[in-house]
């Protein structure tokens, strides 16, 4: 069952792996070719597993993804795809693993499950692939709600949540092969990160996170270590986040959404700098600093 959210924030470990079916880095044997010759060696790589999204007993969706933090994933999906409004609304949950993947049951309650069935699409593909088997153009650029956090942020905030990122990314830090999202706040810092192969799940993982540990994205910063794409602002508005940042550049069509949900853009956000797009009200500037060593 989903956790319940707790009144008065959350006290989670900002980098976990949670309700893990197998261990989210497996280490390989390669040949390393360096200095014209090749030597036995090793390498850690990351899991990679399919995920399948069912809701009273139909499959929504399968993604490709890390096999960790599965509940987290069930619910911030169920979010950011706006199947339910609050996990609450999950009447159960269960992890079956199965001989090629892992397929997360869940059912919802009669008023959401009607929903769903009216809107019911394919989503199956590789990762990175978050718009694959939608049935409409409409449903790919589907209206997101307008996000309306006040909360304002100093440059210093900013390299602050981009340092704590850097450093909680367990999984990349073995691999270097993952994406990560995290959430930071000017007053408690790093609140939740959570890494998986795939930007989208990354960052579905951090809303079921903030969602069963009763944290509002609007108090804070998200980060993301990949490009900006459209789907990542949508999942983001969903979600009520006020401020994404993302260390590499966006795509005009995440702006152009970006700009209409009132979310504000920082990208190729870097330790020495970053560039700032949609919203600027939110950012306090101040004195440059030196590029981290």
């Known amino acids: 069952m989903p956790l319940p959210a707790r009144a008065g924030g959350s006290t989670q470990s900002p980098s976990r792996r949670s ?4 261990e ?17 060696g090793q390498r850690a790589v990351p899991q990679e597993t399919p995920v399948a999204f069912t809701y009273n ?3 929504y969706a399968v993604m490709m993804a890390t096999p960790g933090d599965l509940e987290d994933f069930a619910i911030g999906f169920s979010l ?18 199965e001989t090629i993947g892992v397929e997360l ?3 919802l309650a009669a008023p959401r499950a009607a929903v769903l069935a009216e809107r019911r699409r394919a989503h199956a593909g590789p ?3 978050g718009l694959c088997g939608i049935e409409s153009l409409a449903e790919a650029m589907r209206p997101v709600p307008a996000v309306t956090g006040v909360i304002g942020v100093s440059s210093s905030t900013i390299y602050a949540a981009l340092d704590a990122t850097r450093t909680a990314q367990a999984i990349n830090r073995l691999t270097h092969a993952t994406h990560a999202a995290s959430f930071f706040t000017p007053v408690s810092g790093l609140i939740a990160l959570r890494e998986d192969v795939g930007r989208h799940n990354a960052l579905d993982k951090l809303a079921g996170a903030l969602a069963r540990h009763g944290d509002s994205a609007a108090d804070g910063i998200i980060v993301v270590t990949s490009r900006l794409s459209v ?6 508005a969903m979600i009520g986040a006020p401020i994404l940042v993302a260390v590499s550049a966006p795509t005009a069509l995440a702006l152009r959404t970006a700009d209409e949900a009132g979310i504000t853009v920082i990208a190729v ?3 020495d700098g970053f560039e700032l797009f949609t919203h600027p009200d939110r950012v306090i500037m101040q004195q440059q600093r030196h590029a981290a060593s």
């Open 80 to 97: 950011t795809e706006g199947i339910i409004a609050a996990p609450e609304e999950i009447g159960s949950f269960e992890i079956v693993e």
């Open 105 to 107: 049951r869940m059912t």
């Open 231 to 236: 789907e990542l602002v949508q999942k983001a």
């Open 24 to 40: 989210p880095t497996e280490t390989v044997a390669n040949s390393v070719w360096s200095g014209g010759r090749a030597v036995a």
């Open 19 to 22: 309700d893990c079916v197998v």
């Open 57 to 59: 007993g139909s499959s």
């Open 269 to 271: 956000a870097r330790g």
């Open 127 to 129: 990762v990175g692939c």
